[in-house]
């Protein structure tokens, strides 16, 4: 009985730190071998919350000028302080390395998250407009 209570004292310590240390060392990659920092304006299209975080449809114009969608997912629930209203602007600064993460910083809060940026689909899109 001692046994099987450290087997699962322990199996449960190394899945929380395994879930600790994933996003740290994402993020510390992101920090160490990405590149700069780049400040983005975007319009909030939607957002949406489940349990576990929240998600954001934003519209951006991309280097060419063109307007795109993106969202950014962050398992938490305050990105922004207060939360930006459909329509609104917001200003943010990202530092991304082609990967599906980035650190998100906002000029108000000193702290860094980590967030999924994501380009959806088309049909992604439909889906998240209707």
């Given amino acids: 009985m001692a046994g099987f209570a450290l087997v699962a004292c322990c199996s449960s310590a190394a899945a929380y730190l395994g879930l600790a240390a994933v996003p740290f060392r994402r993020a510390r990659q992101l920090a160490s071998r990405g590149p700069g920092w780049r400040e983005v304006t975007a319009v909030v299209v939607m957002s949406s919350e489940d349990r576990t975080g929240t998600t954001w449809l934003l519209e951006a114009d991309d280097v060419m000028g063109k307007p795109r969608y993106f969202t950014i ?3 938490g629930r305050e990105l922004w302080e207060p939360m930006p209203e459909r329509g609104q602007k917001v200003v943010f600064a990202l530092v991304a390395n082609g990967s599906s993460y980035a650190l998100f ?7 860094l998250r980590l967030v999924r940026v994501q380009v959806p689909s088309s049909f992604e899109l439909r889906a998240m407009q209707s």
Wanted: hydrophobic share 10%; glycine share 10%; charged share 40%.
């Fill in 73 to 75: 997912r962050h398992f």
């Fill in 105 to 111: 910083s906002t000029g108000e809060d000193p702290r």
